[in-house]
């Protein structure tokens, strides 16, 4: 059970690039997630969805698109890369009951850098 | 804006003593989660504590929660080197939105 699995670990890309970061997981979670995290500010919710071909934003989705087009893949598009998009990225999954989120599950994270 | 605010920013202890963070949110929430992040690494859920809970133990953790004061606090109980990292409190606020704090980072001293 390999639970929640990020790709790459690390990616250098020049400002202007575009690139996808990946993430799956193998729980049949109906929930999943990415936020980034940057020093001092915890994590901040990019985008999230739900279920397979329903998508939401969150907090600071400009410059990023996703599209969840099976229950295990969410993956995170990162459309002209600036620097300002540097920072570690963390896809998750959980489920959600009547009382709310269950414990979500977290990647080991992307850390990204934008020169 | 994120809705938890952790307090302490961060916490140095010496190995077998306690420590305390402190969660403050803003709106109401079905449940409060606390989850710790090893340098480096994803983060790992500790404890789920719902709305209409008041007190929660999982090991050497416990976990408390006032909706009245809109708080919640971590206490560890004889810590140990391996405690060391940042702590994270996250609330569900009902939207299918986990929002996290800006965490406490904890240091345990041999």
């Known amino acids: 059970n390999a639970g929640v699995t990020q790709t790459p670990k690390f990616q250098v890309l020049k400002t202007g690039q575009s690139m996808t970061l990946q993430c799956a997981q193998d729980?049949?979670?109906?929930?999943m997630s990415w936020y980034r995290q940057d020093p001092g500010m915890g994590l901040r919710l990019i985008h999230y969805?739900?279920?397979?071909?329903?998508?939401d934003q969150g907090e600071v989705p400009n410059g990023y698109n996703v599209s969840r087009s099976t229950t295990e893949d969410f993956p995170l598009r990162l459309l002209s890369a600036a620097p300002s998009q540097t920072s570690v990225y963390f896809c998750?999954?959980?489920?959600?009951?009547?009382?709310?989120?269950?414990?979500?599950?977290f990647g080991q994270g992307t850390r990204l850098t934008v020169v | 804006s994120q809705q938890g605010e952790e307090d302490p920013q961060a916490l140095s202890i010496q190995e077998g003593e306690n420590a305390t963070m402190n969660c403050s949110y803003k709106?109401?929430?079905?449940?409060l989660q606390w989850y710790r992040q090893n340098s480096g690494r994803g983060l790992v859920h500790l404890i789920l504590?719902?709305?209409?809970?008041r007190e929660k133990h999982s090991g050497r953790l416990r976990v408390t929660l006032d909706t009245s004061k809109k708080s919640s606090s971590l206490l560890i109980t004889a810590s140990r080197a391996a405690d060391t990292a940042s702590y994270f409190c996250?609330?569900?606020?009902?939207?299918?939105?986990?929002?996290f704090g800006a965490g406490t980072t904890v240091t345990v001293r041999a």
């Open positions: 998750a999954s959980s489920s959600w009951t009547g009382q709310g989120s269950t414990e979500a599950f």
């Open positions: 996250a609330t569900d606020l009902n939207d299918y939105k986990l929002s």
């Open positions: 969805s739900v279920g397979a071909g329903i998508t």
């Open positions: 504590i719902r709305s209409n809970e």
């Open positions: 729980m049949n979670h109906e929930y």
């Open positions: 709106t109401s929430i079905n449940n």
